[in-house]
């Protein structure tokens, strides 16, 4: 008995720091922040005053917000589709057998880990109309210029091709390591069987492969719904907000039109879709390493 | 060489191909980081020219401008912080995160399981929505533009990281060697510091390097809690509107400092990159 209470006071007193420090910046911010979306909360208009759900009524009839919800599931739904399909390909190419493939692969996911503020920067500079080269590229095909960040139709698929720079390698590395850990056998097995190359491929690999896929794609789509800095360094939500993503417009209720009540109740509204998401994620993940 | 010759050379086209594919591919992944060290090392008529200039005669104009007196502001002191904050957070993170995740991977309570998945699900919270009640809160306790506030804040974003990939790495090591130090007479401490950190030192690297990434790339809340003083390298190059878009060779020798040192750090990590990523789930 007394062996289980040591073991009960050394698990307490290893956890309780860092559950201390989680509880006080992670968890209470999240309360403080349903808090304060009840509130008209502004920056040096006095003190805040109770509002019940008027901030949540205000986004409900806001044009602006609704836009931005609809320019963030655009963002996430091209992202994350060039990225997984690209990705999920090059997984593949960079499973062939061959000397070298290994390092070259090594270098491909060098994007993965570039500051997203450098990657704003280096592609702000790259799609100028001016003198950036990804028009000259365009002008050698023959086309006019494209103003990538400025014409009303292209400046989101701007950013999708950034985004997609710095994370179709992590769909690739993370497939990749799937692909490297499916056993040898089943492709003997299914040798045997007869199944030609296709066959295997839809027939064996795809479904083998399908609890890696889940995961790859939940964490992009919370990942890309997060994202802020391409927004930041290249357009601002501009042109004529149509990069306005829910990062950004919160950014801008918050911190420039200093509304914090309303800000943090798109915030809140933010956190209920990203939990709706996660959820499938910690499903798909928790139950399978644990039960031993 | 070899009598047979048909499938070797079958398999070298094959080779030769997803080879010729892969180069292509990496330098896509390259052609933006080539874009800005040669855009560092341009002269300004070089920067603005149209068609852009892919041979010039590259100097060191712009690193000395960044460095040395570039409009007063001395990046620097943001270095610095960033050192500084990175090194710090990353610290604690991984202290403080591996014993937690020892004692959830060794001893069990009930309701563990349901407190590691809470944990974790934090980390999927978007930092935005952590603007406003931080900002507030760190407001209220003075600690605005202080290098604790980030160094706080980096520390619990990526404790929820560190325990749940720990925990992982902690329960794959067999039980037995640390039952055997305790018949030895070593006590729980010692156990956890002597035999089961140094059998989970992969995890702790490839969890350290990851956590350090995070704090060392984060933007959104540092540009909110930090003006001047605890300002890091992100939110000096996110000032680069404020230069009226000319410094562009001055903002990219910086970028090459933040980028730079990460980029090394990458290319030596890749063993445990994927389950750091993945949050364990895959390996």
Known sequence: MSLLREKRKIAFAMISPSILVIVAINIFPIIFAVYISLHLWSFGRGEPRFAGLLNYEDLYYDGRFIDAVFTSAKFVFFAVLVEFLVGFALAFLFNVKVRGMATLRQVAVLPIMVMPIVAGLVWFYMF???????????TLLGAPKVGFLTDLDVALFSIVLADAWQWTPFVMLVMF??????????????????????????????????PSIMIVIILRIVDSFKM????????????????????????????????????????????????????????????????? | M???????????????????????????????????????????????????????????????????????????????????ITAASTAL?????????????????RGSKHLAFFILSTRFAPPVAFIVPIYLMFRSVGLIDTHLALIL???????????????????????ELEEAAL???????????????????????????????????????????????????????????????????????VGFFAVAPIMIFTFFLQRHLVRGLTFGAVR
Request: with cysteine; charged share 10%; aromatic share 16%.
């Open chain 2, 153 to 175: 804040f980096y520390t619990s974003m990526n404790l929820s990281f560190v325990i749940w990939v720990l925990r992982g790495f902690f329960a794959d090591i067999p039980i």
């Open chain 2, 2 to 84: 070899t009598s047979d010759s048909k499938p070797i050379s079958q398999f070298n086209l094959r080779a030769a191909l997803a080879l010729g594919a892969a180069c292509v591919v990496v330098g896509f992944s390259l052609f933006p980081l080539y874009i800005m060290i040669t855009t560092a090392l341009k002269a300004e008529s070089d920067i603005f020219s149209w068609p852009p200039t892919w041979t010039f005669s590259p100097t060191l104009q712009a690193f000395k401008n960044a460095f040395l007196l570039f409009g007063g502001q001395n990046v620097l002191v943001f270095l610095f912080n960033s050192v500084l």
């Open chain 2, 183 to 253: 018949v030895d007479g070593y006590t729980r401490w010692q156990v956890f510091l002597r035999v089961a950190l140094p059998l989970v030192r992969p995890g702790l690297v490839a969890t350290a390097i990851l956590s350090a990434v995070f704090a060392w790339n984060e933007f959104l809340l540092a540009n909110i809690i930090t003006q001047r003083d605890a300002a890091t390298i992100p939110v000096y190059l996110s000032g680069f509107s404020a230069s009226m878009g000319i410094a562009w060779g001055e903002y990219m020798a």
């Open chain 1, 228 to 292: 802020i800095e391409l927004v930041f360094m290249m357009t601002q939500g501009g042109p004529a907000g149509r990069t306005e993503v829910l990062p950004w417009y919160l950014y801008v209720t918050g911190f420039q039109g200093l509304d914090l009540g309303y800000a943090a109740a798109i915030a809140v509204c933010m956190l209920i879709i990203v939990t709706i998401f996660t959820q499938f994620f910690v499903a798909r993940i928790g139950f399978g390493d644990d039960q031993k």
């Open chain 2, 93 to 109: 993170a991984v202290g403080l995160g591996s014993m937690a995740a020892y004692a959830l991977a060794r001893f069990p309570f």
């Open chain 1, 128 to 138: 100028n109309e001016n003198f950036g080269v990804i028009n000259w590229l365009v």
């Open chain 1, 177 to 210: 390591a799937a692909l490297q850990s499916l056993p040898e056998y089943v492709y003997e097995a299914a040798k045997m069987d007869g199944l030609n190359g296709w066959q295997t491929f839809w027939r064996v690999t795809i479904p083998m492969l399908r």
